[in-house]
């Protein structure tokens, strides 16, 4: 039992370390979106840390979901323990364009994630 314990709290707190990373590029890309134009090495840097971060994350789980359940994120089962600035705000903007749900699926490119960045804005 105590090893059960043991396993399902490191498993959390992979999990948690692993959604925070992808959330500060998220956040990251959330940023450069609003100050930037599309194609300006800043906005397309910041996409590729996203990119990269997915990328390595699709080789734990695929798909990355995330979960929004009244103003808490949640990744997979898993609610975020940390209440990160990059995490309170992915969770304002999601909520007031009333999106509940983010799916990030193996072959998610910079490219793919260009338009949801720029909607978010």
């Given at each position: ?9 490191l498993e959390r707190q992979n999990k948690n370390a692993l959604a ?96 949801l960045s720029r909607c978010l804005r």
């Amino acid at each position: 039992m105590m090893n059960e314990l043991k396993t399902s709290f490191l498993e959390r707190q992979n999990k948690n370390a692993l959604a925070r990373k992808i959330l500060q590029e998220f956040s990251a890309v959330l940023k450069s979106a609003r100050f930037y134009p599309p194609d300006h090495p800043f906005f397309v840097e910041s996409l590729r840390g996203l990119q990269d971060e997915l990328e390595g994350a699709f080789a734990k789980e695929n798909p990355l979901v995330f979960n929004l359940v009244e103003k808490e994120l949640y990744f997979g089962p898993v609610a975020l323990v940390e209440n990160s600035l990059a995490q309170r705000q992915i969770a304002k903007e999601l909520t007031s364009r009333k999106i509940f749900r983010l799916i990030f699926r193996a072959g998610t490119t910079a490219d793919k994630s260009r338009p949801l960045s720029r909607c978010l804005r």
